[in-house]
């Protein structure tokens, strides 16, 4: 059997945006349509618009002349910022969508996680899904049968797995698809951030696992924001940017190089961020971290001390958009959460109006160990998202005595700090 078990050369993917579908028109619509098309044209040149269809079809090139081989046995990860390519990639990978150009060659049975509940039928049940899921990876029923006990006890829903899936939670989900997708024995494992929505004891479950597939030789292949995850699982790591593979080389090399970039991104105004989801009529502007009496901003921001966090936006709406929910989510630099502020938690109902504003989340005490800290926001209104930024910006904090006792946390991994009594 070839040493090469994914080898990939000049990979190409382009997707076509804006598009509008054409209707069914009916003969009235296109004799009205024929009449008018002049008087329509003739305004647009007046106001200066564009006549062409080019605004109405935009092509986008996702990946771009990827080339890399991955032996047997590597565990390999892929990093880079939202709408890299990096999912893009894993979808040619798994044979849910063809490139435009290049080749895939694939040596070995690919078991695939990608996103919440891919590849489920929702009607079905969760022992009916494992079944499915197996016949799909090319496993035969005698091979599922031997395997079964050992992926719901590692998925732990035993019982809702005689329950349809269409009821499960996105935790839900995640356990069983992960659980099926290691334990059918796949050559090769693609695993996309998907583990971001179980709860953290699950996810060191998955990666001691991802740990145990890759000790049997096989070969992995991890996508993820945590760089302390890609450290602890990777032997090697590439950077996607811009469709493209920016750069290779150990996991620390690609790490440090990774996170430089994002430093760069973060110093850029976020009126001006491009790497975001939504950002219209809704734009977040810019974030500071403001003394409470003062209303200045820090100079250096230190453990225990109090703050606002003033997150700016603006709003081209001609309308007041009611009942804005916005979360300011907190990250160690290497990508472990820790915690976020939530409007919508704590009872506020922001009204946002036309223009130019901004809202305020007060901390009586910042609970952060000396350290650099990133940030994401994001504004949703019933559930759809107006405005997402993810590695918005950064900051450092300073070490001081948050007890009040003399006693000065260690310095080590950056980490939130709680006030508690002791008798």
Known sequence: ?????????????????????????????ILCDTLTSPFRRARKILQGQSTGAAELDEKIWALKHISF????????????????????????????????????????????LLEVGSGFHQELTGRENVYLNGAILGMKKIEID?????????????????????????????????????????????VDEVLAVGDAAFQRKCLGKMGNVAKEGRTVLLVSHNMLSIQAMCDRAMF???????????????????????EQLRAQSLDLREDRIGGDPFRFTCVQFLNPETKIPWTVLSSGQPVI?????????????????????LFTSTGTHLFGCNSRAVGMKL?????????????????????????????????TVL??????????????????????PSIGQPGVLVDYAWE
């Not at 269409?166 to 839900?172: C, L």
């Not at 930024?389 to 300073?398: P, Q, T």
Request: with cysteine; hydrophobic share 35%.
């Open 146 to 190: 031997r395997k079964f006990d050992e992926i719901v006890a590692f998925s732990e829903i035993e019982k809702f797995i005689d329950t349809p899936v269409k009821h499960y939670s996105s935790g839900m989900h995640v356990r069983l698809a992960f659980a099926v997708a290691a334990h059918l024995e796949p050559d090769i494992l693609i």
């Open 351 to 383: 009204n946002v109006h036309p223009g130019e504003g901004f809202t305020d989340c007060y901390l009586s005490r910042l609970p952060l160990k000396a350290g650099r800290y990133a940030y994401d926001l994001n504004a949703e209104k019933n559930a």
């Open 387 to 408: 405005d997402w930024i993810k590695d918005a910006g950064a900051f450092d904090v300073e070490m001081s005595d948050y007890y009040g006792t003399g006693y000065l």
């Open 69 to 112: 081989d991955v032996a047997h046995g590597e565990v390999v990860g892929l990093i880079g910022s939202n709408g890299a390519g990096k999912s893009t990639l894993l979808k040619i990978l798994s044979r849910i969508t063809e490139p435009t150009d290049g080749s895939v060659e694939i040596h070995g049975r690919v078991g695939a």
């Open 240 to 262: 996607i940017e811009n469709g493209m593979v920016s750069f290779s080389g150990t996991t620390a090399q690609v790490v440090t190089k990774y996170l430089g970039s994002m």
């Open 309 to 329: 966090i003033r997150i700016g936006y603006c709003s081209q709406s001609s309308q007041v958009i009611e009942d804005i929910n916005i979360s300011f989510t």
């Open 1 to 29: 059997m070839s040493s090469i078990a994914i080898k990939v050369d000049g990979l190409s993917k382009q997707y076509r945006i804006g598009k509008k579908k054409e209707q069914y028109k009916t003969l009235r619509d």
